[in-house]
């Protein structure tokens, strides 16, 4: 079958954006000035659980009015075919964004007019950057109080260290917010109703602007009065992109054409030279189609983005793979999902065509795949599809062997595509099932929603027995649970929350440990001699052979390696993981007949447990960064309390009417926070928090958690 839509009018895009900036409502918006559906779902009418958004459909979501997990759906606007994947803004659910940055192109990052950059906004920004994803920005809710758009653009370019370009104006905000000039083609786009359904005006760019709309806000009036120099700063930036329009604008001083300054933009865009910035309003359905229009101007097709990276075991780069039909398949699986259809296997593909029938190579796992149903997914809908082709994003059903940031290619011409970089777990919670006759079904479960969230970890506490489940954080995991209930039939309990703590040591111990056992017949001998010295926070693990003259044999190297990689899961301080530190091995003795791999992994083992004490151990907890907005009248009592948790105020932020306070706040010291927060503020303030980084646990909270887990014991 012959390609149906070209590969450079497909637009792969994410819909990025902190928690309640409007994600879920652009995307609504776009599929109905799309033409893919005919009504338009807003989140506020969907907690009855009798509705839903198209891209907010599980039950999760509908409760809590949030997004829980990505949702792809395709829709096309100027005979461009544009593949949206809509993700989540709590920070519980990052892992979402991270797998899809990986494998789109480009994104369209919602800010709240009001709140400007927030906390999770900073997280998917990072994301982008590692994966070089293209941006535009798009300042939304411009109609609610306190709405700024100068100020979210500030922010733009202080806390995201970004380059942004305005390519509109609004005209108006609040209740009086009408439209935006667009810079580019020097036109306004007035509307003077919030349907749905309603058209906008295009009006020439004059002098009396402000005066025909009734505009009269200090703000309002200081945006109109800023197009001449916001104009000439697009013109200038976009033109930095080509030398023959600049060359041609310097000499002739004749400003050049929508068509050049839209090429620019579009090369600079794509580069991450710059990021355009729109404005407009969702919910009151002003700007989603200019949005539209940015979209298939200046973000990327699969063929304008870097060929992705190819990497060899080790996740070394040793090449690239060209997006193009005519170069041998490759596809990245980015997503797994339990679902009524079975078991789908989300993935981009990067080269060649997959059909029907094909059988192909998990490349990541040496196992081989048989290509049953595939399906292109309309958010839970899925529609059967005969082949995908380079530039596609689709569903395979019922795949057995391949999991998230596996590579699946031809046989005939193997490749490992660069994969996506999950974070570790910083919570923990015991999980048990309701009922005893529920447990082989409650683990089969588990085990589903652990392959399909990498984010997840399911281990077993060898002291009590209990079955542990690990997640990003206390939603994170209840809504697991949840997900269990309704998508698998089985319902658990779930214990009170546990800190993921870690172990380091704090300087470096020389050991020798020789482990030598005589029980008639052959024995056991094998002698290590390992330095064990602390490493920079957020380094790992590193283990180093620097033995010489054979005093440990090479076969024999490997077994001590494992012995030190499995005991440092169990610290010697309170049996949490160590971390951040170096394991040398510079001498040993071995037996020719009573030595073997066993023996000095025995060894390593045991020269771990009786070193490590010796080398300063320390607690390590996870600490939050955390962003708290509240009303100027309750500052003070937020600031104290945050002191009281051992927090760090890191400064104050003006968020529309209300104060934002960042700090830094260990996660055991968060439990049950927003029910003291909304007692202390009357309930008007809110906070969100995100993973920050590691540090050392003062010494009299160390005894506590040293003295609970022997006790536990």
Avoid at 252 to 280: H, M, Q, Y
């Amino acid at each position: 079958m012959p390609r149906q839509t070209p590969l450079s009018d497909i637009r792969n895009i994410g819909i990025i954006a902190h928690v309640d900036a409007g994600k879920t409502t652009t995307t609504e918006r776009i599929l109905y000035y799309t033409g893919r559906k005919h009504t338009i779902i807003d989140v506020h009418e969907t907690k009855d659980l009798k509705t839903s958004t198209t891209t907010d459909y599980m039950e999760q979501e509908q409760k809590r009015g949030i997004t829980i997990q990505s949702a792809a759906v395709s829709a096309f606007w100027r005979e461009k075919k544009i593949n949206v994947i809509d993700t989540p803004g709590h920070v519980d659910f990052t892992i979402e964004v991270n797998r899809s940055l990986r494998v789109l192109d480009g994104a369209v990052v919602v800010f709240d007019g009001v709140a400007g950059v927030e906390p999770q906004s900073e997280t998917n920004w990072r994301l982008a950057d590692n994966y070089n994803v293209p941006r535009i920005c798009y300042v939304n809710k411009m109609d609610r109080s306190g709405a700024n758009f100068q100020r979210c653009v500030s922010m733009i370019k202080t806390r995201l260290n970004a380059r942004p370009v305005c390519i509109q104006v609004p005209l108006g905000s609040e209740d009086n917010f009408r439209g935006m000039v667009d810079l580019v083609e020097m036109k306004a786009y007035v509307w003077f109703s919030d349907d749905k359904d309603a058209k906008w005006e295009i009006w020439e760019v004059t002098d009396d602007l402000a005066q025909k709309l009734n505009l009269s806000v200090k703000e309002d009036l200081d945006n109109i009065a800023l197009i001449p120099s916001l104009r000439a700063e697009l013109v200038d930036t976009a033109l930095e992109q080509d030398d023959a329009a600049m060359e041609a604008y310097l000499e002739t001083g004749e400003e050049p054409s929508a068509d050049v300054l839209r090429a620019c933009l579009r090369k600079g865009t794509i580069k991450s030279a710059f990021t355009p910035v729109l404005c407009g309003s969702s919910y009151k359905n002003k700007g989603v189609q200019q949005v539209l229009d940015a979209v298939v101007d200046l973000l990327p097709a699969p063929t304008d983005v870097e060929a992705i990276k190819t990497v060899d075991e080790d996740g070394n780069p040793n090449g690239e793979r060209l997006s193009s039909d005519d170069a041998p398949f490759s596809a990245l699986a980015f997503k797994v999902l339990n679902d009524t259809y079975g078991s789908m296997t989300f993935v981009r593909v990067y080269s060649g065509v997959l059909t029907k029938g094909m059988s192909i190579l998990n490349s990541t796992r040496g196992k081989r795949e048989k290509i049953g149903r595939m399906v292109e997914m309309y958010a839970k809908d899925a529609n059967p599809i005969e082949e995908a082709r380079a530039g596609d994003i689709i569903a395979l059903v019922s795949l057995q062997e391949t999991e998230t940031g596996d590579t699946l290619c031809d046989a005939s011409a193997p490749v490992i595509l660069e994969r996506m970089r999950f974070p570790d777990p910083v919570i923990s919670v015991s999980v048990e099932p309701k009922t005893k006759g529920e447990q082989e079904k409650f683990s089969i479960a588990l085990g589903k929603m652990v392959r399909a969230d990498p984010s997840l970890r399911l281990e077993t506490d060898r002291e009590t027995g209990q079955t542990i489940l690990r997640g990003m954080g206390e939603l994170h995991l209840e809504v697991t649970l949840d997900r269990m209930r309704t998508e698998f039939g089985v319902e658990g309990n779930m214990g009170k929350p546990q800190v993921a703590y870690r172990e380091t040591i704090t300087k470096s111990v020389e050991y020798t440990y020789t482990h030598k056992k005589q029980t008639g017949g052959s024995g056991q001998f094998a002698e290590v001699k390992i330095i064990f010295a602390p490493r920079e926070r957020g380094e790992g693990f590193e283990f180093l052979d620097e033995t010489v003259g054979g005093t440990v044999p090479r076969e024999y190297v490997p077994s001590v390696k494992k012995g030190l990689e499995m005991q440092k899961e169990d610290g010697v301080l309170a049996g949490y993981p160590t971390v951040d530190f170096s394991a040398r091995l510079v001498d040993g003795k071995y037996h020719d007949v009573d030595s073997n791999a066993l023996t000095f992994e025995i060894a390593a083992k045991a020269c771990f447990r009786e070193a490590l004490p010796k080398a300063g151990p320390i607690l390590l907890e996870p600490v939050m960064k955390v962003e708290i907005v509240t009303p100027d009248d309750y500052l003070g009592d937020v600031i104290g309390d945050v002191n009281r948790r051992r927090g760090t105020v890191l400064g104050q932020l003006e968020r529309g009417s209300n104060i934002a306070v960042e700090a830094n706040v260990p996660l055991n010291e968060m439990f049950g926070y927003i029910g003291q927060l909304r007692g202390m503020t009357s309930g008007r303030a809110s906070y969100s928090m995100e993973f920050s980084h590691y540090e050392p646990v003062p010494r009299n909270v160390t005894d506590e958690i040293v003295a609970g887990r022997n006790k536990a014991a």
